[in-house]
């Protein structure tokens, strides 16, 4: 059984710690979904750990296990689907979000913990869940830096990658894989229900108004880690979910992007 964080090592501080991390680690691979219009199936994963976290709560393990467990899951259906079926990705990403959804409500043995998963509840974060977040989190930021390049030709183009050498159909799988994790992660903050902004709003606000690449992931990681920290600030004073406040910080980022791309042109 996982223990609630000492007071004397302050959750508003451990939570800040976590959340950079998360904002940092969603932000870049929100650069990829978006060149790759999976803005959807991103949206569809981060629904999939609900069942996962039901059941591990329903038979007593910690419910990263069971997130993380039921996201890897989605990522290897979500994958089988697009590459063996002529069903449409967006068509099946949907099917997926819906069934995600329905199962998980079934398994959740209280509202008050489905609340916390859909909405995010990060001040009740646990000592485990904060070590094993950290590590996961600053492991799939080195990863995403490491394979920077590869992926972004990905995303431009599939021919191109593979011109270049480079492996798609694992780099593909690599990219959802880290997702799923860093979903698993960041699910503490913003909740089931509203990871997905996380993941594709920085990047997006990025691109209104970034001049190059280099450029647009500068802002990027600037937009993810400013907003999650507001967001998590806010919430600890106004004594609100973390989830909305993040995510009303985000469209709050886009807004101005969108203002200030249009007054550029």
Known sequence: MTTAIPIILGRL?????????????TSLLGIFIIMKRLALAGDALSH??????GIAIAVGINPFI?????LILGVIIIIAIDRHTTIPLDAAVGIILSAALALGVLFFPSAESL???????????????????????????????????DLIHLSLSRELAQSE????????????FLLAVMVAVGIKIVGILLLGALVVIPAA?????????????MLTVI??????????????????????????????????????SGVKN
């Open 205 to 217: 606000a990025a691109r209104n108004i970034g001049r190059d690449m280099r450029n647009v992931t």
């Open 48 to 53: 999939v750990a609900l069942p996962g976290i």
């Open 66 to 70: 069971g997130a993380l467990t039921a």
């Open 223 to 260: 937009f993810g880690l400013s907003t999650v920290i507001a967001g998590i600030t806010l919430a600890a004073q106004l004594q609100m979910p973390s989830g909305p406040m993040v995510v009303f910080a985000n469209v709050l980022i886009f807004s101005i992007s969108l203002f200030w």
């Open 165 to 176: 050498g480079i492996a798609v159909d694992k780099d593909e799988f690599l990219l959802l």
């Open 115 to 149: 609340m916390d998963a859909l909405f995010g509840s990060i001040f009740k974060l646990t000592t485990t869940d904060a070590i094993v977040g950290t590590i996961l989190g600053l492991g799939v930021i080195i990863i995403t830096l490491i394979k920077f390049k």
């Open 13 to 25: 501080e451990i939570s800040l710690i976590v959340g950079t991390i998360v904002g940092i680690g």
